[in-house]
């Protein structure tokens, strides 16, 4: 299993990022994917889920409205669009696959 994360950076206030996961080594299609995110001091905490299909997504509250996960299966690949980006999303975001899969992580810096 290998889950390797793009599209992180440095955003201003209020700008968008989209960060990428691209899987391989599974069967993409049959499983639930996550994205999660830890900030400097903090636990690391679940920012949105979808399901195999991706009929059904989760969003942590702080995020709802503002993020939006997608999956493209025939690319193996699980997508986070993330707008109105606020400094307290500064984090590293990571891509997760039920069974204890994670991505390498990227950065998300939100500072002016």
């Known amino acids: 299993v290998q889950l390797v994360e793009s599209g992180g950076g440095l955003v201003q206030p209020g700008g968008s990022l989209r960060l990428s996961c691209a899987a391989s080594?599974?069967?993409?299609?049959?499983?639930?994917m996550r994205w999660y995110r830890q900030a400097p001091g903090k636990e690391r905490e679940l920012v949105a889920s979808i399901t195999s299909g991706g009929g059904s997504t989760y969003y942590a509250g702080s995020v709802k409205g503002r993020f939006t996960i997608s999956r493209d299966n025939f690319k193996k690949s699980v997508y986070l669009q993330m707008t109105s980006l606020k400094p307290d999303d500064t984090a590293v975001y990571y891509c997760?696959?039920?069974?204890?899969?994670w991505g390498q992580g990227i950065q998300v810096t939100v500072s002016s």
């Open positions: 080594g599974f069967a993409f299609s049959s499983y639930y």
């Open positions: 997760y696959r039920v069974g204890g899969y």
